[in-house]
């Protein structure tokens, strides 16, 4: 059975940080492309940022460049986006998403992410 597990979400005031983790199991995590995504209430989920199967190669989305950052521990089945700085504009239910050229692709169940004071 294939699940990801979003963790790590919650509540922090402006110029805070959070980490969200993302479990995966029943598939083969390591020739995973794994993504984040966020989603507001009446908008498109946004893509938020990349990292390649190994690891070795990253992308963001402009806004979160700078102050969010994809990795992922392929030992584990997991992958992490640690964000600082965060602004209220980052409140979001933030997804991750396993995706492969050849394979099915795969969601998480989502978290919520509030940044307010």
């Known amino acids: 059975q294939v699940q990801l597990v979003e963790s790590g979400g919650g509540w922090v005031q402006p110029g805070g940080s959070l980490r969200l983790s993302c479990e995966a199991s029943g598939f083969k995590f390591s020739v995973y492309y794994m993504n984040w995504y966020r989603q507001t209430p009446g908008k498109e989920r946004e893509w938020v940022a990349t990292?390649?199967?190994?690891?070795?190669?990253?992308d963001y989305e402009k806004s979160v460049k700078g102050r969010f950052t994809i990795s992922r521990d392929n030992a584990k089945n997991a992958t992490y986006l640690q964000m600082s700085s965060l602004e209220p504009e980052d409140t979001a239910v933030y997804f991750c998403?396993?995706?492969?050229?050849?394979?099915?692709?795969?969601w998480g169940q989502g978290i919520q992410v509030t940044v307010s004071s």
């Open positions: 998403f396993a995706q492969h050229r050849y394979f099915r692709d795969y």
């Open positions: 990292i390649t199967p190994s690891g070795r190669d990253s």
